[in-house]
């Protein structure tokens, strides 16, 4: 396990970097020292080695971006594949698309290729893993709270994996069921096409019938695994979306989530999510 700590650290300073570059005045170097807009002088060279306890009050830790704590489960997300920054009561949450585990999906060349096993190669969708190159960026509430009508989901993003590779809900395309895509999914139930690299269903790398954070979704609520961390076994009081509140590994206090259902598809799966929003839901870009 990495140091949480670190981890924590590693994000707000990546923050404090993006939130202070409408200030910087021209300088378009992030790297240089500069003022934070909300705060007094700060020191923002990433000095990451030092005493990280000495600047308590005003420019360390999370305390200092925008006017609150960003939510911890946003520590769960790939250092490397995923940004987090908070804004205000904003989250930014910004991935270059690409798992952090193994898939038959890379190419054969990538370090993280293995072959396939519940897919073959015959059966596989076109297109590696490796074959994106873009972003995606997902901006929600740090605090979401649910609305009065929930809404569908669409085809394509619709929440971003801690692993930093993205969701979609449980169809394929435009009147196509993901049953007719199924056996080119693999072990983590997800496969490439017609974009990137994205989850269908319960992705075992990382959520195997647990209680793990998988993501958020586009609404600002996190999917956690198939059972809750609250009182670890299958929820009992999910409403039509895999929603209920109560606390978590991450939340003291009882916060609205989502959770993968615990109901069998196609006999041995079980799908990510498939809705609706019972929150506003920011598009994915
Ligand atoms: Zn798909
Ligand atoms: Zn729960």
Avoid at 56 to 79: R, V
Avoid at 173 to 183: R, V
Avoid at 255 to 273: D, K, P
């Amino acid at each position: 396990m990495k140091n949480p700590h670190l981890r924590l650290l590693s994000i707000a300073i990546s923050g404090a970097l993006l939130l202070n570059l409408p200030g910087c005045g021209g300088s378009e170097d992030t790297d240089t020292a500069s003022e934070s807009a909300a705060d007094t002088a700060t020191d923002t060279d990433t000095d990451t080695d030092t005493d990280t306890d000495t600047d308590t009050d005003t420019d360390s830790g999370t305390e200092d971006l925008g006017s609150g704590i960003l939510h911890t489960a946003y520590y769960e997300f790939d250092q490397d594949n995923v940004n987090v920054v908070l804004s205000g009561t904003k989250v930014i949450i910004e991935t270059n698309g690409l798992p952090n585990h193994t898939s038959p999906y890379w190419s054969a060349s990538h370090e993280l290729h293995v072959e396939p096993t519940v897919t073959s190669y015959a059966k596989m969708a076109p297109g590696y893993i490796d074959d994106f190159v873009g972003t995606y960026t997902l901006t929600v509430n740090n605090s979401p709270s649910k609305a009065g009508t929930t809404s569908a989901t669409g085809l394509g993003a619709i929440g971003i994996a801690v692993s930093g590779a993205v969701i979609y809900n449980d169809e394929e395309g435009p009147g196509i069921p993901l049953d007719d895509a199924a056996t080119s999914l693999d072990f983590n139930g997800a496969h490439t096409g017609p974009q990137s690299y994205h989850y269908h269903l319960e992705p075992i790398s990382f959520s195997d019938d647990d209680s793990n954070l998988v993501g958020v979704i586009a609404d600002g609520f996190f999917l956690y695994g198939r059972k809750c961390n609250s009182t670890g076994t299958y929820p009992t009081d999910l409403d039509e979306s895999g929603g209920h509140t109560s606390i978590t590994q991450f939340a003291q206090d009882a916060e609205y989530h989502y959770h993968i259902q615990n109901e069998l598809y196609l006999g041995s799966y079980y799908i990510l999510f498939p809705g609706n929003y019972q929150g506003s839901a920011s598009a994915i870009r």
